[in-house]
């Protein structure tokens, strides 16, 4: 007959504690997780602070913008205002050649002013990238001189 040993609780290995987690593991996991959250917390925080100096630096540049742009639209309302202003009070007093300076004057103001709206708008259009392309073969001899032309009948005699 064999002889069958008694185990004591000496023999057993140690229980493990009720508290601890069996799996050591998950507990580090969910350290992990909050870690990564406070992290992506900091990133989104640092993005949002970026993104509002950007907003910011975009907003004087538009205070800018609109600074120049509305002082290059009064200097030609200036002088439009001044020459119809001329032209109704002694426009029926001068003679022709006076008469013509102020209407050309008029036009000229006007025509710069078109022009700088045209930029404004060209401008905010390559902002919005709603502008294409469109290359086109044109005429250099002919649009030379139609710009000169142009120029020439803004220019006064002997200027």
């Known amino acids: 007959m064999t002889k069958v040993k008694k185990i004591s609780d000496s023999d057993l290995p140690p229980q493990r504690s009720k508290r601890l987690s069996p799996k050591p593991y998950i507990k580090h996991r969910a350290d992990t997780k909050s870690e ?3 992290s992506d ?3 989104t925080d640092s993005l949002n ?3 509002l100096l950007k907003e910011k630096e975009l907003n004087l540049m538009k205070s800018g913008f609109f600074s120049i742009i509305s002082h290059e639209f009064r200097t030609p309302l200036t002088s439009i205002l001044a020459s119809a202003d001329l032209l109704e009070i002694y426009g029926r007093e001068w003679g022709i050649n006076k008469y013509m300076e ?6 000229r103001s006007v025509i710069k002013m ?3 709206l045209d930029d404004v708008i060209v401008q905010n259009r390559s902002q919005d990238s709603k502008t294409t392309v469109s ?3 044109i005429n250099l001899k002919e649009e030379s001189a139609d710009i000169v032309k142009e120029k020439r009948r803004s220019f006064k005699p002997n200027q």
Request: proline share 5%; glycine share 0%; charged share 40%.
């Open 36 to 38: 990564n959250k406070s």
């Open 41 to 43: 917390k900091k990133k």
């Open 49 to 51: 602070r970026l993104e």
């Open 102 to 107: 102020h209407i050309n004057k008029i036009q």
């Open 114 to 116: 078109t022009s700088l």
């Open 135 to 137: 290359p086109q073969k």
